[in-house]
């Protein structure tokens, strides 16, 4: 008998893999794929732009191309170095590599040549109106836009003008230059739009050499042209840009300045998230306000942020294949990038114990100075990993939570008089307790079963709880943070009249603990990963010293999604 093999289902393309493919397979671009990240070095990326580095590596890999990393630096008030730095280290260790790096500023000569060439075409000029007064002359939606006086300028008198502009003879915003193309169109991008404006500021990277900035929507298409990138893939909101990004790079009817065929804008819905804001501006202004401690707070919905919660690679681009691509904006419940982190550290972080809130318990019939060093494993399924050494002595620590005095139904953790095994350790039954003046408990008194020792009760007894703790006398104390959503609603940008998103910013969304840990982790080193027993996955912060041990909750044991998924 033969058995069938199940025949796996061919996984559907996206909208941009048939893109992509149909190209491929027409031989548009000689069989050749590049894409582009194209970031604004004005802020930290956030996973959002995680999810745009994914798409853009991840298919030029897909399909055997190449991917330029290109700083969108024209607008110099609000970019950085710092940015820059923070922008590539972000990119390698989401573990993508980009083919070339760039800047648009690179391109700026290159943007003038072309605008020049614009102007000569009769297809560009400059125009003295003030910013009002161009809002006004472009109309709106309802109202159809008029042509501004200047729009007859001679070329030979733009020609000048625009120079002059650009050997800095007039100060910012006396004048710009403008695509000439239709006041009348429906599409209020059509109408006129700028191209150059004067800022005499200071560039990180041109220095002083320009007192002329090309806008956006002109320096995107040019650049990518340049670059001669194929797919050109953008957020939604550039849908109603795409005509003008076709119009720049179709006046250059000659092809003197692109090689053709031109790269195609393809549009793709933003990443929104639960819980927090993702625009950089808004980021900024958390770090600014002191919301947080910075960028890379563990609260923020940054790269930098994730990872220092304890993010690995692998889950911020599981999360971003599981998304999907779509052509509508959408909101991802943060709990699916929770679970995502989850199930890569279920299956990698080694186990310890660690005790978050301690409670002391003597067991009175361990003689003291008497130590079990028990062997347990760093992970229950996975013996490759080895075992480490936990020592099992008369005074431990166990969490409070594990303690009731007086014990609800079905509560089969400690209580009086009840019985429990010490994970990996043996079995210990309360016997008795001591309180403080207020009436707080503060430590238990316990006797163990010394033939449970590694393994159950000799009489065959059922015992059904099981608790975590750690040895008193050999414990590390480390501080531990605690961290809940940032935004107490789900979007915080849904804002009643005369409030603020920010009145959403969750007040308890961090709690810092003095926990006591199993010795094994004293050696731990800043960005390593646990799963603590029955708590969650912990990982070392930046913030350890030799002195102190910190650990971020990167997240809990309990998976909300899967619940939310087995509901759905
Ligand atoms: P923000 O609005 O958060 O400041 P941005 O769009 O201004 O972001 P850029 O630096 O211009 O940031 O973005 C670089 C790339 O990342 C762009 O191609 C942009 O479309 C993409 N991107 C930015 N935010 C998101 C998001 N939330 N989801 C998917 N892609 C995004
Ligand atoms: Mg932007």
Redesign the pocket.
Known sequence: MTQTQPVPEPRSLNFIEEIMEADLASGKHQGRIGTR???????Y?????????C??FGLAQKYGGSTNLRF?DTNPVKEDVEYVDS?REDVEWLGFRWAEEHYASDYFQQLYDYAEYLIQAGKAYVCDLTDEETREYRGNFHTPGKESPYRSRSVGENLDLFRRMRAGEFPDGARVLRAKIDVQSPNMNLRDPLMYRIRRVHHHRTGDAWPIYPMYDYAHGVSDAIERITHS???L??EDHRPLYDWFLNQDVEGRFFTRPLPRQIE?????LTHTV??????LLLVQEGHVTGWNDPRMPTICGLRRRGYTPESVRAFAERVGVAKRDMVADVSLLEHCIREDLEAQAPRAMAVLRPLKLVITNLTEGETHWLELPFHPEKTEMGTRKVPFTREIWIDQDDFREEAPKKWFRLAPGAEVRLRGAALVRCEGLVKDDSGQVVELHCTWDPGSLGGNAPDGRKVKGTIHWVSASHAVPAEVRLYEQLFTQEDPMDVPEGGDWRDFINPHSLEALTAQLEPSLASAKAGDRFQFERTGYFSVDPDSGSAALVFNRTVGLKDSWAKIESKG
Request: net charge positive; with cysteine; hydrophobic share 40%.
């Open positions: 990240f194209p970031p604004e070095p004005n802020g990326l956030h996973i959002g732009h995680a999810k745009s580095i798409i853009n969108d922008i893939i953008c957020t909101e550039f793709f819905a933003r990443l929104n993702m625009s950089k501006r808004r980021l």
